[in-house]
Nanobody, 128 residues
Framework: VQLQASGGGLVQAGGSLTLSCVAS????????WGWFRQAPGKDRDYIVG????????YYTDSVKGRFTISKDDAENTVYLQMSNLKPEDTAVYYC??????????????????????YGQGTLVTVSS
């Protein structure tokens, strides 16, 4: 399983970035997908998730209304659109895959979940 994230960089506060994560070695449509982030000196936190059918999402409070997760099953790609970025959003961002049962089409891992697979991170730096 390989999850290749890209799109990080340096942006000013108030700006926007879109992260992408291309998956290989998995049957993309059988997984729920999410993004985690790890700020310097802190634990890795689960911030957004999307069910395998794309109908349900999870957002941690600090990113609600600013971040949007989406996916393209045909391209095996998960996206994280980030707007109105703040310095406290500075972190390494990781995409992740969570295997779910066939019947769990609407399931999105809840707050505090751990996923089955993680990709390498992409660094987002927000300057004030």
């Amino acid at each position: 399983v390989q999850l290749q994230a890209s799109g990080g960089g340096l942006v000013q506060a108030g700006g926007s970035l879109t992260l992408s994560c291309v998956a290989s070695g998995v049957t993309f449509s059988t997984y729920a997908w999410g993004w985690f982030r790890q700020a310097p000196g802190k634990d890795r936190d689960y911030i957004v998730g999307i069910s395998k059918n794309g109908r349900n999402t999870y957002y941690t409070d600090s990113v609600k209304g600013r971040f949007t997760i989406s996916k393209d099953d045909a391209e095996n790609t998960v996206y994280l659109q980030m707007s109105n970025l703040k310095p406290e959003d500075t972190a390494v961002y990781y995409c992740a895959a969570d295997r779910v049962y066939t019947s769990q089409r609407d399931y999105v891992p809840p707050r505090g979940s751990y996923y089955d697979y993680y990709g390498q991170g992409t660094l987002v730096t927000v300057s004030s």
